[in-house]
């Protein structure tokens, strides 16, 4: 059983920047999809980046496109979404999901494995 862990998230103020991690228990990435899913409150769980394989270019939903950028490094395990210019409209809890196929999502019910997520506040 795979079993994913996000990582930092934070209180923001409008126009700041961070960078969320998630790390996998196993596999080495190489060869799965791993998404940035974002949600709030009473909504649905929105894809925002995907990365798949290497040399596959990343997909970005159209609000965070040239904001965020989604990256993974396979040797440790782990994905990154470096986001920046953030906005209130960008608080959400953010989740990485994996999905057992190289090909990307923005499809959150084809994600088998999920992590707990990490609360994103942008507010001055």
């Known amino acids: 059983q795979v079993q994913l862990a996000e990582t930092g998230g934070g209180l923001v103020q409008p126009g700041g920047s961070l960078t969320l991690s998630c790390t996998a228990s196993?596999?080495?990435?190489?060869?799965?999809?791993i998404g940035w899913f974002r949600e709030v409150p009473g909504g649905e769980r929105e894809g925002v980046a995907c990365i798949g394989n290497s040399g596959i270019t990343p997909v970005y939903s159209e609000s965070v496109k040239g904001r965020f950028t989604i990256s993974k490094d396979s040797a440790k395990k782990t994905a990154y979404l470096q986001m920046s210019t953030l906005s209130t409209e960008d608080t959400a809890m953010y989740y990485c999901?994996?999905?057992?196929?190289?090909?990307?999502?923005?499809?959150?019910?084809?994600?088998?494995?999920w992590g707990l997520g990490t609360q994103v506040t942008v507010s001055s």
């Open positions: 999901g994996l999905r057992s196929t190289s090909k990307c999502s923005s499809n959150a019910m084809t994600y088998e494995y």
């Open positions: 196993e596999f080495t990435l190489d060869y799965y999809a």
